[in-house]
């Protein structure tokens, strides 16, 4: 079945390092690959998104890559501050309207002032 | 411009009752996807509406139903509640723009506890 696999669970780095959390799916009819943020007893935030005709997007110190062929994607932070810390979720799913999303495990962020 | 509502925030529930959550989808959006998201995991797809019809479901059993009316909110409606319907429901919302996007914004879940 539909499946989203991502990796690491938890990803603990130094204020100021880069972070990187990748994932892979199943669905070859995904062309919609979300991220959200979500903090301890709040709501899932999407924080950038990339659809499957271009290859990279990125917004300020945020960064996320795909590759179709391989069914891969992953999400880039720079210079990360202790307010990133949170757990991160990356998706898939159809572009159009009306499309479930397939959500991953979650990466637990800790950045370390 | 208002952000999806939910209520309500909390709930306790007993097995084998039933409950009824509730979205208010964020202005100038129709479409509404409800998740489950037991605690540690991703959110899970239950279902979705659009125009005041279910448009996709996940694996999930038949007690688990909604609504949308007229006004795009939406309820979710568990019957014969078990214990592991234990977790935050979040609902979220998706704006109608022609060509469709499927860009979900979510609501700030309901928690719900089932003893």
């Known amino acids: 079945g539909e499946n989203v696999e991502q990796h690491p669970s938890t990803l603990s780095v130094q204020e100021g390092d880069s972070a990187v959390i990748k994932c892979t799916y199943s669905?070859?009819?995904?062309?919609?690959f979300p991220w959200y943020k979500q903090e301890l007893g709040k709501r899932p935030q999407l924080i950038i998104d990339?659809?499957?005709?271009?290859g990279e997007k990125k917004d300020q110190r945020i960064a996320v890559t795909l590759n179709k062929t391989a069914k891969h994607f992953s999400l880039h932070i720079t210079e990360t501050q202790p307010e990133d810390s949170a757990v991160y979720f990356c998706?898939?799913?159809?572009?159009?309207?009306?499309?479930?999303?397939?959500f991953g495990q979650g990466t637990e962020l800790s950045v370390k002032p | 411009e208002t952000g999806v509502t939910q209520s309500p925030t909390h709930l306790i529930k007993t097995r084998g009752q039933q409950v009824t959550l509730r979205c208010s989808s964020q202005?100038?959006?129709?479409?509404v996807s409800w998740y489950q998201q037991a605690l540690g995991q991703g959110p899970q797809f239950i279902f979705q509406?659009?125009?005041?019809?279910?448009?996709g479901r996940g694996n999930f059993p038949p007690r688990f139903s909604g609504l949308q009316f007229p006004n795009y909110s939406s309820e979710l409606n568990v019957n014969a509640l078990e214990l592991d319907d234990s977790a935050l429901y979040l609902c979220?919302?998706?704006?109608?723009?022609?060509?469709?996007?499927?860009?979900?914004?979510f609501g700030p879940g309901t928690r719900l506890t089932v003893l």
């Open positions: 979220a919302s998706s704006p109608a723009l022609a060509g469709g996007r499927n860009e979900q914004f």
């Open positions: 669905d070859s009819a995904s062309n919609y």
């Open positions: 509406y659009y125009r005041e019809e279910e448009n």
């Open positions: 998706a898939a799913g159809p572009h159009n309207q009306g499309g479930k999303l397939i």
């Open positions: 202005s100038g959006h129709n479409t």
């Open positions: 990339i659809r499957s005709n271009v």
